[in-house]
């Protein structure tokens, strides 16, 4: 169905923050030092936005992609509180290298927030990490853990399993522009049952896929995409011009090969996989 405008609408928000507290050298992301007059532009980005969700009389889902860290800006954490207390909203998470303290977690509905967290070697203790997660796992807040699969960091990744418990889902990204032989990718796989999906990209030209549908990506300005790596604009969440073009639609690329993309790629069968834990990346087990 063409121009819809009810129904669940799951959103990926990424506004101008770029700033992050990590250097990481495997990082994909270009990163700089926000100024104060950039951070003001990205609080009130996102603050407009939060309006706009708290606005709608339809389920959304929110998913916060931003480039650097959001969870360091006291904006994100309130956006996130916020979020999480409104009826129509099913689930609100971040992508986050769990720097910050998590007690604001406590301000939040458990039920509905989570977190999509990432462990980098070399950028922060182990231990420290490590408690972080136990924090979490004591106030109930949902969260994956996850971690770049470098080979210096697969001793690492292996700690992770081994002291996170069972329940917790820790999750294995391939390295940019790596291949894996199959021993190595058993090695990574015995971490993360899944790694298969992230090992190969995925070749996505003509697939079915929900982004452009009931899936969309949003930038600061509110510009509106089918998802963060197909350019071509659907129309503007604010002034509801997106809304006659969404629509079933297949994928225009080559190849997906992020897992915040291909999830939604209907042959992969990743919703059932991860049903109910898609945003914030936890499997249904």
């Given at each position: 169905?063409?121009?819809?405008?009810?129904?669940?609408?799951?959103?990926l928000y990424r506004g101008p923050l770029a700033s992050c507290d990590y250097d990481c050298p495997y990082c994909p992301f270009a990163k700089r030092r926000d100024t104060p007059e950039q951070l003001r532009a990205d609080r009130a980005a996102l603050e407009r936005f939060a309006e706009w969700v708290a606005a709608q009389?339809?389920?959304?889902?929110?998913?916060?992609?931003?480039?650097?860290?959001?969870?360091?800006?006291?904006?994100?954490?309130?956006?996130?509180?916020?979020?999480?207390?409104?009826?129509?909203?099913?689930?609100?998470?971040?992508?986050?290298?769990?720097?910050?303290?998590?007690?604001?977690?406590?301000?939040?509905?458990?039920?509905?927030?989570?977190?999509?967290?990432?462990?980098?070697?070399?950028?922060?203790?182990?231990?420290?990490?490590?408690?972080?997660?136990?924090?979490?796992?004591?106030?109930?807040?949902?969260?994956?853990?996850?971690?770049?699969?470098?080979?210096?960091?697969?001793?690492?990744?292996?700690?992770?399993?081994?002291?996170?418990?069972?329940?917790?889902?820790?999750?294995?990204?391939?390295?940019?522009?790596?291949?894996?032989?199959?021993?190595?990718?058993?090695?990574?796989?015995?971490?993360?049952?899944?790694?298969?999906?992230?090992?190969?990209?995925?070749?996505?030209?003509?697939?079915?896929?929900?982004?452009?549908?009931?899936?969309?990506?949003?930038?600061?300005?509110?510009?509106?995409?089918?998802?963060?790596?197909?350019?071509?604009?659907?129309?503007?969440?604010?002034?509801?011009?997106?809304?006659?073009?969404?629509?079933?639609?297949?994928?225009?690329?080559?190849?997906?090969?992020?897992?915040?993309?291909?999830?939604?790629?209907?042959?992969?069968?990743?919703?059932?996989?991860?049903?109910?834990?898609?945003?914030?990346?936890?499997?249904?087990?």
């Open positions: 169905m063409t121009g819809q405008t009810t129904g669940h609408l799951t959103i009389d339809h389920t959304v889902s929110v998913l916060f992609t931003p480039w650097g860290e959001g969870l360091v800006r006291s904006w994100y954490r309130r956006a996130l509180i916020e979020l999480s207390h409104l009826p129509h909203v099913e689930r609100v998470a971040i992508q986050t290298n769990l720097s910050h303290r998590v007690d604001w977690t406590a301000e939040a509905d458990p039920s509905t927030l989570a977190l999509w967290t990432t462990y980098h070697p070399g950028q922060v203790p182990y231990e420290r990490f490590l408690a972080k997660c136990g924090d979490l796992n004591a106030r109930g807040i949902r969260f994956s853990v996850g971690i770049v699969g470098q080979p210096e960091h697969l001793a690492a990744a292996q700690n992770l399993r081994a002291d996170l418990p069972p329940d917790t889902y820790v999750w294995v990204n391939a390295a940019e522009g790596r291949t894996y032989t199959d021993a190595e990718a058993a090695g990574w796989t015995a971490i993360d049952p899944l790694f298969s999906f992230s090992r190969h990209p995925h070749a996505s030209r003509g697939q079915a896929c929900r982004t452009g549908d009931t899936v969309i990506s949003v930038d600061g300005e509110g510009t509106v995409r089918r998802c963060h790596f197909v350019p071509a604009v659907l129309g503007n969440l604010y002034d509801g011009s997106f809304r006659p073009a969404l629509a079933p639609r297949p994928c225009p690329l080559d190849v997906c090969d992020c897992h915040i993309g291909y999830v939604h790629l209907e042959p992969l069968g990743l919703y059932d996989v991860f049903a109910g834990g898609v945003l914030e990346r936890i499997p249904h087990l």
